[in-house]
């Protein structure tokens, strides 16, 4: 990677150590190069970034069963969390087996394989500096089993594996709006055709991506956000299935085309519960999902759920007793504030509603306080509702 890579590394460890408590400027910057003048300002450059991507890692929490670790800013912006990497090996069941990854990345899926007991790893990448860094971090933890190609994938000669495990990277076009379906390099046609000729397969894309083909897709949870979307091939997990890393819960859609009962917001009273999804159910099987809890919906297009009686808590939902529900006016959702002597720790949330949350709370006045609770805006049909209600 360097000539004195010796020096390389006690840089970027002072370096690392300097940014955990301080921001970049440009009179450290100076500072570095008049301490290393030897070093050249890519050289720099390099360092200041591995230390700002490392130190994210450090920071976010989910990276402590991989650390000692190298990141730059792109691999670890790109890559999965290891308990992330981790399921999708458990999945893929790569016991035993050799895994041919294509886009190695940050290298934490290579690792979960080696983890989860792969006989060997063999892994692609495209980009030459992350494939360099993912070298380095092999050297400096006598990581074995792995073998790396720097190559694009298309034209690489790809090794005999029995696992096939993708997460290709994005590509951008320059002066076009981002467009999902296929901006993959290598591309998702490719993948698929190269995926059915192995035991197994998995290929990793963007949480909103919507295309079909012969395989089921499986959505991805870490702190109730949806981190990703798996299209498994030669797996028997039904499409639309759910995983919650972080809670180490798993839903699988029973009836796939069930659909939830239909009710009108004039239904809805004081005392029924209002459900929020979580953001991976939204992507997956969410009709199935509720029409198996008993929850129905007011508008077909809208994830909110409505449930007439008490709920128990559960991993893929956020409840909320409902206290109020009206037609939206903004003359009466204040009078509704006051009354209820709601403050500024009232959130807002909307879905099928025109405008932000933080326009509205512009409007709204909110009353000195200990009392606070959740403004819902949604839509039914042509019609703008506004839901009081208070989290459970």
Known sequence: MHDDLSEFLLVF???????????????????????????????ISEIIDLALGTNKAYNSGEYEAVLPWIFSSKTYEQCSSPAIC???????????????????????????????????????????QVANLFELNCTLK????????????????????????????????????????????????????????????????????????????????YNWE???????????IPDGSVTLIDKNYSWYPK??????ILISPEEIQSGHILIEPNPALIRGALSACYAEFDIAVFDREIAFGIHKGDIHPHPLFRTYRIEDIFRFNRKELQSKITSKNWNKRTEIKKRGFPLLPEEIRKEL????????????????GNEHWAILCKRI
């Open 255 to 260: 009836n796939p085309d069930m659909l939830p």
């Open 142 to 221: 006598d990581i074995n089993h792995i073998a790396l190609i720097q190559s694009e994938a298309e034209i690489a000669s790809l090794p005999k594996a029995d696992i096939l495990w993708a997460d290709p990277s994005r590509r951008e076009i320059p002066g076009k709006r981002k467009q999902l379906t296929g901006n993959y390099s290598p591309s998702i046609d490719w993948l698929l055709k190269k995926a059915s000729s192995y035991k197994r397969a998995g290929i990793k894309i963007a949480p909103g991506e919507q295309i079909k083909g012969d395989f089921s897709r499986e959505f991805i949870s």
């Open 13 to 43: 460890h002072q370096v690392k150590e300097f940014l955990l408590h301080n921001s970049v400027t440009p009179s450290y910057i100076q500072s570095l190069r008049n301490n290393v003048p030897h070093l050249s300002n890519g050289s």
């Open 365 to 380: 006045v909110f009353p000195q306080s200990d009392h606070y609770g959740t403004i819902v805006l949604t839509r039914c």
């Open 226 to 236: 949806c981190r990703e979307q798996i299209l498994w091939i030669h797996m028997d």
């Open 86 to 128: 981790l399921h999708h090996m458990n999945r893929l069941q790569v016991e035993g087996n050799t895994v041919l990854e294509i886009c190695t990345g940050a290298g934490m899926d290579a690792l979960a394989a080696l983890l989860q007991k792969a006989s060997y790893v063999h892994t692609i990448e495209a980009d030459k």
